[in-house]
């Protein structure tokens, strides 16, 4: 279950350790020692870090009250985030933490094939240890650029209950996906994280119910035509507003004065979800399912817009 948008955590940063070229990995714990709030794998944590907001899968025990843990890539094309926490974070550092929240969830299923590229190994660890506490059989296919900029090699191995098989690029190429999967039918779900060519390849080999994918970032599509503005009435504010062809709902409510959450502006992360109480949205964001398009409870105000000409937010 996602926790309440208001909850905010100031954490403390208790260890940082190298776990991969480019990787560390970050333990934070309550300042004064408090359980934190439990979760469940594929869940992650919205972390103000480097003067912006930014998702963290966590990655270590949703058993464990007492601490949490995330990985973070040293990204060269990082706007601040991943920058900030390889050359400034130090432990006895506090972080301002909101969640934990789910929107990748590990739903039941009789096996599971869990593929992750890179960084995105982080909230499939957690899903594949879980696998094995509920004694589900899985097989889990990690790609990465080398050995070395594997993250969590040793913990993966030593997993239980399933087939991990490792695949660095420099070794093996790309990953074999027909090969991982395999035998993906009736009663497997398939997880998969990493970068958008990764993403791509196995949405085009797997069929959509059975697939589950987490991105880093906004498939490149193009559109035709210029976007019609539209009326949003911001119902708990009072405020009526004109969202403009060339700006965003987000941004209209913003320069109105309306304090939104909001993190990636690009509709895959899920922070700026709001609840939607009259009209029909546009949706063109990659993290509601086709289910929750249909119903058009909620929207993602950073990119998706309007079709029926006037919409009433939760604002």
Known sequence: MDAPRELRLELLVRT??????????????????????GWEPGAHLDLEVGGRTRQYSLCGDPHDPASYRIGVLNEP??????????????????????????????????????????IGITPILAMAREAGRRGIPYTLVHGGRSRASMAFGSELAALTGGDVVFHPQDELGHIDLEKA???A??????????????LAAVEARCPAGLLHVERFAAPVTERT???????????????????????????????????????????????????????????????LSE?????????????????????????
Request: proline letters at 5%; glycine letters at 14%; one cysteine or more.
């Open 16 to 37: 940082m350790t190298w776990e991969a070229e480019g990787v560390l990995a970050v333990e934070l714990v309550h300042p004064e020692g408090k359980p934190l709030p």
């Open 77 to 118: 094309s990082s706007r601040g985030g991943s920058r900030y926490v390889h050359t400034q974070l130090r432990p006895g550092l506090t972080v301002t933490a909101v969640g934990p929240r789910n929107r990748f969830e590990l739903l039941d299923a009789a096996r599971y094939v869990f593929i992750a590229g890179g």
């Open 181 to 183: 999967l395999d035998g």
């Open 185 to 198: 039918g009736p009663g497997t779900l398939v997880y998969c994280c990493g970068p958008e060519p990764l």
């Open 225 to 287: 035509g210029a976007d019609a503005s539209f009326e949003v009435e911001c119902r708990a504010s009072g405020v009526t507003l004109t969202v403009g062809s060339d700006t965003s709902v987000l941004a209209a409510a913003e320069a109105a004065g309306i304090g939104v959450g909001s993190s990636c502006r690009d509709g895959i992360c899920g922070t700026c979800e709001t609840r939607v109480l009259d009209g029909v949205p546009d949706h063109r964001d990659y993290v």
């Open 291 to 315: 289910a929750e398009h249909s119903s058009n409870t909620t929207m993602m105000i950073c990119v998706s817009r309007c079709a029926s000409g006037r919409l009433v937010l939760d604002l």
